[in-house]
């Protein structure tokens, strides 16, 4: 496309948005972000309506354009997490660069940043400066350990957060090295607080005139917060919490098996009637009241632990994961299967609960399909227009549509290399 096809397309979904009823359809965010942190956090205001602009210099796209590419052509990491986004160009160096963003900060709710703390101050764009602009501006700042302390200044990454919240060390099995999660988790979990952060700053807030506000997170105490037991633990016993592998220092039982087939299954069972269930269904109903098993606490024992593992692993292993599957779900036991993509993509329940959003790229021209967010509200259900969109294909839709530059305007900047 074009960039005038580009101006079209953008100008004819932004104008369905305005006419629906999702409720960020007139929050406009500015996206400083890069790879997925912040970026995580705009895409899911943008799946609710809000106008989010994502930003890029001009020299240095965002990395995760280059993630993973499919057939030469396809960013599947760019295409999910900028999502419905206005993507510009802008050179933050240039006076002009800076211009463009400062009228934008006038005209916006919500700017969204991942740098390392006090990169923007160094560009004119210090949090004071910016509410002088904007007194009504939300501003949400994520970096590796935050914007205070004696590491605020270092780079950070999430899987240096990942590794530094604990997370690492306990997500293996005894015995073996830390390990780092397959996806960029520290990132996108501290993308959804970062999005909570807003939406309740949100809530006192009015574009350029009040309730302007500053939220500061690092990447790695969100996931410190999810490990918030164990560190009580550490503090009331002085016993450093050891990984457990698929199983739980505290219930039982827990684990993943391996059916007839080869395929996996996974179960929880640790409450009391859940339990008396499972042993009922694998024949050793005598369990439930013998020594040792009568209860959780006595089922936390290694001994009792292996002998729970032995008798539920050889009832699974006599049958499919579809045959142990069926038969937990009649006798209520809580099974259910271990998944690969493949596996999600014909899944029944998956495709009747639309997860998988479908969304054309007006790019290739291809429907894509991906999960996106799983928020879900009955009256007011995101809304996925399209996947992420080339390099500056937004530049001329918010430039002369959205802050009234005229096209000469646009096209000396252009020349400048200011976007």
Known sequence: MDPAELRAFIKEHRDKIQSTNLPLRDIRVIDLGA???????????????????KIEPRETPDAIRFWNIVDQKYQPYWLVHSRNKLPITL??????????LRQLVKGSDVLLENMRPRTLDRLGFSSAELWKLNPGLVIGR???????????????????????????????????????????????LTGIHLAF???????????????????DLSLYEPLLSFLSPEYLVYILSGEIPQPFGNEQPFAVPRNNYQAKDGKWVALSGTAQAPFERIMDLVG?????????????????????????NKVIGDWIRSKSREEV???????????????????????????????????????????????????????TP????????????????VLQNLLGYTAEEVAKMKEEKVI
């Open 197 to 215: 952060g807003v939406m309740v700053a949100l809530r006192g807030q009015k574009r350029g005139v009040s309730g302007g506000e500053e939220i």
């Open 91 to 100: 050179n933050l160096k240039h006076p002009k660069g800076q211009e463009v």
């Open 382 to 397: 995101a809304c996925i227009q399209y996947p992420g969109l080339p390099m500056g294909a937004a530049n001329d839709y």
């Open 325 to 379: 599957i069926k038969e937990c779900e009649k006798a209520g036991v809580t099974m259910g299967p271990v998944y690969n993509m493949e596996d999600i993509s014909k899944d029944p329940h998956v495709k009747d609960r639309a997860t998988i959003y479908e969304v054309l790229d007006p790019v290739t021209g291809k429907t894509l399909s991906f999960p996106a967010g799983p928020i879900r509200l009955r009256k």
């Open 35 to 53: 790879v997925v942190a912040a970026p995580f956090a705009a895409a899911m205001l943008g799946d609710f309506g809000a106008e989010v602009i």
């Open 142 to 188: 994520i970096s590796g350990y935050g914007q205070t302390g004696p590491y605020s200044s270092r780079p950070g990454f999430g899987t240096l957060a990942e590794s530094m919240s604990g997370f690492a060390q306990l997500n293996t099995h005894p015995g073996h090295p830390p390990t780092l999660p397959p996806m960029p988790l520290a990132d996108m």
């Open 284 to 308: 050793h109903s005598e369990l439930k009241t013998q020594p040792g098993f009568r209860n959780n606490a006595e089922r936390i024992s290694p001994e009792s632990r292996k002998v729970l």
